[in-house]
């Protein structure tokens, strides 16, 4: 099954209980653009390589386009729109005035020279900086894509259009971004982790976590976390992954990570495999990397009371009934991930007013945002008698359906 097939169920699931025709669910679920183009690069060496860049459009019912842009070898059509439609179900739920859209190149970050990386980066802006901008769309960092390129995009885009900061968000903090941007993803998980577990009347001290990905999101949802009095007990990243069920000392390990670039071989601690690192008993189980990990064949396995979706679509509808029938909570993606989002539209309304909040400010704001929608996702999963993620889609989806019929089509 693929990306695609995984969030349309979703959405047709929770389509169906609203009552939504057949006509009304194909015009919210069909992409408004999608764009694909050619992108060539002169490497280092001299030699020319073509890429294919995509920025898929789904729907600007409520406002304009958002969501983030992939520098990954397996971007492909399908993956970008499934991606594009969560993040119009995202904005919708947290209830910041956008729709959604996602974009991707086929690449290998790692394998570019930060030169080339620049090049691609600013070729792929000259072919869609018709189709972005701050009232059309507005592209930000997913996996990948960091502050820097962002700047590249804000710097290419100003050549043809002028200076226009907000035609991008998560743009380095000197440079028109926000303060707070970069923790963003990881303190919405971290902190609705925390109200999750309050409402089901479990104790957030000593609680065991297990987190895949130490990257953006993964990191700071551990930061947050162990502050709050977490034990994180096993994490991951691409190289490799470590366990230590004493509880790993989160900014040690931060300090490693930013002398060797992985979690690999921390010491105090034993190495343990991606799978093993999965089906480790906890209290809470957090995937904070790719989409696609929690599948039919391992969620029998997994031993988590519950499961917080840090990564977009990491759960395959298969895995998801299996948790349901098991018992253990999902909290979904489009609202435990939505803290990055959130923060970006901070960043674009500072941008738009040439004014900008400190830290405090976006922090605070970002946990109002959050716990808002985490309020109203837990009143309609409790009256409607559904998962979270029905819950969730419930109000993505109706917020999204109601603006469409008063916009007119
Ligand atoms: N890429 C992030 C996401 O999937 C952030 C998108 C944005 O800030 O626009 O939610």
Request: charged fraction near 20%.
């Amino acid at each position: 099954m693929g990306a695609r097939e995984s969030t349309d169920r979703y959405f047709h699931e929770a389509a169906s209980l609203m009552g939504l025709t057949a006509n009304m669910q194909k015009l919210l679920l069909t992409p408004e653009r999608q764009v694909k183009v050619q992108v060539a690069l002169e490497m280092d060496n001299g030699e020319v390589s073509t890429f294919i860049g995509f920025r898929i459009q789904h729907n600007n019912a409520r406002g304009p386009l958002k969501g983030g842009l992939r520098y990954h070898p397996e971007v492909d059509e399908d993956e970008v729109l499934s991606l594009a439609t969560l993040m119009t179900w995202k904005t919708a739920l947290v209830n910041i005035p956008y729709g959604g859209a996602k974009g991707g190149i086929q690449i290998n970050a790692n394998d570019l020279s930060p030169a080339e990386l620049e090049r691609v980066t600013r070729k792929f802006t000259d072919e869609i900086h018709d189709v972005i901008g701050p009232d059309k769309d507005i592209p930000a960092p997913d996996m990948g894509t960091n502050a820097q390129v962002m700047a590249w995009i804000m710097n290419q885009y100003g050549k043809y259009h002028g200076f226009t900061p907000a035609c991008v968000t998560g743009k380095p903090v000197e440079l028109h971004g926000a303060d707070g941007r970069e923790e963003a993803t990881g303190r919405g998980v971290g902190l609705l982790t925390v109200a999750m577990l309050e409402k089901m009347k479990e104790k957030i001290i000593g609680a065991e976590i297990v987190i895949q990905g130490f990257g953006n999101v993964g990191s700071f949802a551990a930061q947050y976390l162990h502050n709050q009095g977490a034990t994180i007990i096993a994490v991951s990243d691409a190289f490799g992954g470590i366990k230590n069920e004493k509880g790993i000392n989160i900014p040690a390990l931060a300090e490693y990570v930013a002398e060797n670039g992985t979690v690999k071989d921390y010491p105090e601690s034993e190495p343990v495999s991606n799978e093993d690192l999965l089906v480790t008993p906890c209290t809470v189980l957090i995937p904070a990397a790719i989409g696609g990990v929690l599948t039919k064949d391992n969620a029998s396995h997994i031993q988590a009371k519950y499961i917080v979706e840090a990564a977009n679509n990491p759960t395959y509808p298969e895995a998801d009934d299996i948790f349901d029938q098991r018992g253990i909570t999902v909290l979904p993606d489009v609202l435990a991930n939505a803290g990055g989002v959130t923060v970006s539209y901070f960043e674009w309304v500072q941008n738009r007013q040439y004014f900008s909040w400190d830290i405090d400010k976006v922090r605070d704001e970002l946990d109002k945002k959050m716990l808002d929608a985490f309020k109203r996702t837990w009143e309609v999963a409790t009256t409607k008698k559904v998962n979270l993620r029905l819950a969730s889609y419930l109000l993505g989806i109706g917020r999204v359906g109601r603006a469409t019929v008063m916009g007119g089509i």
